[in-house]
Structure formats: C-alpha cells, structure tokens
C-alpha cells in the first residue's frame, strides 16, 4: 500500500528500552479533496530513510498497517492501528544525495564520433 503527500512533520529518530528500540515519526499531508494529516512511523533500521528528506518536500511511501489488540488490567479490550512505513520516494523531481542529477543538467557531448568502435553488447 502507497501514500502520498507532501512531508509536514519529521521527528528525531528516539530509542526506546533496554533492547535500544528505535522509532522516527513523520507526517504526511495527502493532496485530495479533504487533505488528511497521516502519522507514519519508520522502525529500527527504517529510520535512516528519512535523513535524506524534509519538510514541504513531496514524496510516495510505502507503508504497511499495522494492528494490535490490548486488554486492560481490568479485563477490558481495546484496539490500535498505526502506519509504519518502509520505503519513502521522493516526487518532486529533485536528486536525493548521492544520485545523479537530471539528464538536463549535463553539457552535450560535442567530440561524439559515429565511427568509434565500444565494447558495449547493443
């Protein structure tokens, strides 16, 4: 499952327990009629992905839901869901680090010779 939005909110990666835990929570507000403000969060080594991201920027995630069920000390059941999230793309075009740019960013190659012989297979 895919959401997409624009980055509202990105949170500091915090650790939880002796196991040392880790959760980073982002929220993403969707373009539609009725915008929603959706609270996705990135766990253990998923953290990471939102270093490379920031607020306004627009992007895809691929989330998962995800859904637990509590009983109460005094016996009584509630639910939760939350959204976690396990790859995030950026849509607006721009490079992240580390990528190449855009093909429009490059000088025309002007020595280019159709004779030249490569070693490539097509």
Same mark, same amino acid.
């Given at each position: 499952m895919?959401?997409?939005? $624009?980055?509202?909110?990105?949170? =500091? $990666?915090? %650790? /939880?327990?002796? #196991?040392?835990?880790?959760? !980073? =929570?982002?929220?993403v $507000? %969707?373009?539609?009629? /009725?915008? @929603?403000?959706?609270?996705?969060?990135?766990i253990?080594?998923?953290?990471?992905?939102? #270093?490379?991201?920031?607020?306004?920027?627009?992007?895809?995630?691929?989330?998962?839901? !995800?859904?637990?069920?509590?009983?109460?000390?005094?016996? &009584? $059941?509630? /639910?939760?869901?939350?959204?976690?999230?396990?790859?995030?793309?950026?849509?607006?075009?721009?490079?992240? @680090?580390? +990528?190449?740019?855009?093909?429009?960013q490059? &000088?025309?190659?002007?020595?280019?010779? +159709?004779?030249? #012989?490569?070693?490539?297979?097509?």
């Open positions: 895919e959401v997409q939005g $624009t980055i509202k909110k990105i949170d =500091e $990666t915090k %650790t /939880y327990g002796n #196991n040392g835990f880790r959760k !980073r =929570e982002v929220v $507000t %969707t373009q539609e009629q /009725y915008p @929603q403000h959706l609270l996705i969060e990135f253990q080594d998923k953290c990471d992905l939102l #270093n490379n991201f920031q607020v306004g920027q627009p992007v895809k995630i691929g989330v998962n839901l !995800r859904g637990r069920e509590w009983v109460s000390p005094q016996g &009584e $059941t509630k /639910y939760f869901n939350s959204i976690q999230g396990w790859r995030i793309e950026d849509l607006g075009g721009s490079a992240p @680090q580390g +990528d190449v740019p855009p093909v429009d490059f &000088e025309p190659a002007n020595d280019f010779n +159709d004779d030249d #012989n490569d070693d490539l297979p097509f």
